[in-house]
């Protein structure tokens, strides 16, 4: 540990002459010089490399520190995304145009360009923002369940945020990045993309999992592209910095380069949705809690710790892999996956279970506990209190299944229902708690999800049934035991969003409230509120109380007349409660 201060140290040392011109689009890191994009009251700095390509020998190993930037680079566009795996919502015959509307204007379906040499970050700032200006940074980490997604989807625009703190008075700093995903993630592509643009890697290029990956100790990339994008310490320098290279790479990146653009390395927070948001959490749990500096509070959308086992969970994904590509014969087959053709490797990453495919939700490729930066089954770490004491935000739409259950049309009895729960979400649950289960979620549709919409939204008989079980399966009951376990040992905020209830069959879906941040709602004041003075509360906001066990209130947002209100996050108790049993015994 003193080894690892001493290098931080002579870090910040070596690079406080880092200097940005004031009200200027340029900035100078190290020796180099990047030219940023002026737009309206913000300059836009976009496609910084934060790592070293993670192509030819270096796929599937940590995130390698960038080497000192020397020349003049144009900072104007954004890197191409992180390799993507191939997967698309099915879109049921007949939705409705408003429905396929939300899902286009989302990027369910997006096509994105990609590219192995993909890590790299954005950072949007106030045009007047000058290295003395100290401004708090919000760090930003998309979602796409570690199989697909990019920071530079359109939706996903940090000067709308930034432009709003500027109005506000309290100026903050915007990165995002990307970072490598499932099989590829876990190898192929470091890039990262926080608050100000980190991108990271994603699928399987990012979160290989199998023995052969634990006993080289290249588990969870993506997770490490994003923390090296922080610091950009050497990573060899210890076992555990391999492990959360992606998105850690790119938070040390943040730690010594973002005061050039006028931001404080001692006042960033980290945002995310989806899996950006279920990452975030982990960064709380990694390296023992630990945050090393990097972040000082977290904001989650859609997004607790999974209840998810060791990484070998993930051999017969890897060995399916192996077996694709012609490795198997080979006396390293880990090797021999870094040395195949791109299309190849990318080819059979296709071929694995999407979440969009039959299984959904029950992913193919999360971060899994590797023994060194994720050290067990994150919500066992939760019960330990292996948990940064930092302020979060966390908070879910209502009806988060809805998207998810497209693929599962053709479960239409109970007995189907059951055999999907049994057989395909949690494999090896006994028929006992299939049956109580079965009693708690039932085919009424007056009880699914949608909620509240009766008889309507009925896609096949056990739609409804199957959005409310999976919704609460991976989203609700782990904010609740995340919830439950922190309350009174840390300042959390709560929130629900039931907007865009009226659409059609899909209801307040997954990602709808990411429009209450980037579509300029207030949701996008109490974030910046957060980021500046960790508390999301201010001047002409509805008041957000904290969160305890004793008095569980969540900040809920409304359509129509009444846009806020406070609720009790006690709906469907018995039922998550339940689910938190079944997913302890049986991590995925």
């Known amino acids: 540990m003193m080894k690892i201060c001493v290098l931080l140290a002579l870090s910040l040392l070596n690079h406080s002459t880092l200097s940005a011109s004031a009200a200027g689009t ?98 949007i700032k106030p045009a007047i923002a000058s290295p003395s200006s100290k401004l708090p940074v919000v760090v930003w980490i998309y979602g796409g369940g570690w199989e697909r997604g990019t920071a530079s989807f359109p939706l996903y625009d940090g000067s709308l945020v930034v432009s709003r703190s500027i109005a506000l008075g309290t100026p903050i700093i915007f990165v995002s990045m990307n970072y490598r995903y499932d099989i590829l993630l876990y190898g192929a592509s470091t890039t990262l993309y926080l608050a100000n643009g980190i991108s990271y890697r994603l699928t399987g290029f990012g979160f290989l999992a199998s023995k052969e990956v634990k006993a080289a100790g290249i588990g969870n990339l993506g997770l490490q592209d994003r923390r090296s994008a922080f610091r950009c310490l050497k990573l060899s320098e210890i076992e555990w910095f391999i492990r959360s290279v992606a998105e850690r790479q790119a938070l040390r ?36 809690g630990n945050t090393e500096g990097l972040f000082r509070a977290a904001f989650m959308q859609s997004g607790s710790p999974l209840p998810v086992g060791d990484i070998t969970n993930g051999q017969e994904l890897y060995d399916t892999i192996v077996s694709e590509t012609g490795c198997s014969n080979s006396q390293d087959t880990l090797d021999c996956l870094r040395n195949l053709p791109y299309t190849t490797l990318k080819a059979a990453i296709d071929k694995s279970p999407g979440i969009f495919d039959y299984q959904s939700l029950r992913l193919a490729w999360p971060p899994r506990a590797d023994g060194t930066f994720i050290t067990d089954n994150p919500q066992k770490l939760i019960q330990q209190g292996v948990v940064a004491n930092i302020p979060f935000v966390t908070g879910d739409c209502d009806d988060e299944g809805t998207l998810f259950s497209f693929s599962t049309l053709n479960v239409t009895t109970e007995s189907q229902f059951r055999d999907y729960v049994q057989g395909t979400f949690w494999q090896g649950v006994g028929s006992s708690d299939v049956d109580h289960l079965a009693t708690l979620y039932t085919a009424d549709a007056t009880q699914g999800s949608p909620y509240d919409t009766g008889f309507t939204n009925v896609l096949t008989p056990q739609y409804k049934r199957l959005a409310s079980f999976q919704g609460d399966a991976v989203f609700q009951a782990p904010r609740r035991f995340f919830l439950k376990n922190r309350s009174g040992k840390q300042n959390t905020w709560v929130y629900l969003s039931k907007r865009f209830k009226t659409d059609p069959i899909l209801g307040s879906m997954h990602v709808s409230d990411l429009f209450n941040i980037y579509g300029g709602e207030e949701l996008t004041n109490y974030l910046i509120n957060f980021v500046v003075k960790l508390d999301p509360n201010g001047l002409g906001l509805f008041p957000w109380p904290k969160y305890t066990t004793s008095n569980p209130q969540m900040l809920t947002f409304w359509d129509g007349l009444i846009p806020a209100t406070i609720t009790q996050d006690t709906f469907r108790q018995e039922g998550i409660d339940f689910i938190t049993q079944i997913g302890l015994a049986h991590p995925l």
């Open 26 to 123: 340029t900035v100078t890191l190290d020796n180099g010089t990047f030219t940023g994009l002026a737009t309206g009251p913000v300059i836009q700095f976009l496609g910084i490399p934060f790592a070293q390509p993670p192509t030819g020998s270096l796929r599937y190993r940590l995130p390698q520190e960038i080497q000192p930037y020397t020349g003049n680079h144009l900072a104007t566009a954004f890197g191409p995304a992180c390799p993507q795996q191939n997967t698309n919502l099915p879109i049921p015959p007949g939705l409705p145009s408003q429905a396929i509307n939300m899902i286009v204007n989302a990027g369910i379906n997006a096509v994105f360009p990609d590219d192995e040499d993909c890590l790299t970050i954005n950072v």
């Open 253 to 288: 990146w943040v730690k010594k380069y973002i005061g050039a653009f006028g931001g404080d390395p001692n006042k960033v927070t980290i945002w995310g949705e989806s899996a950006g948001a279920i990452s975030v959490s982990l960064h709380m749990l990694a390296n023992n």
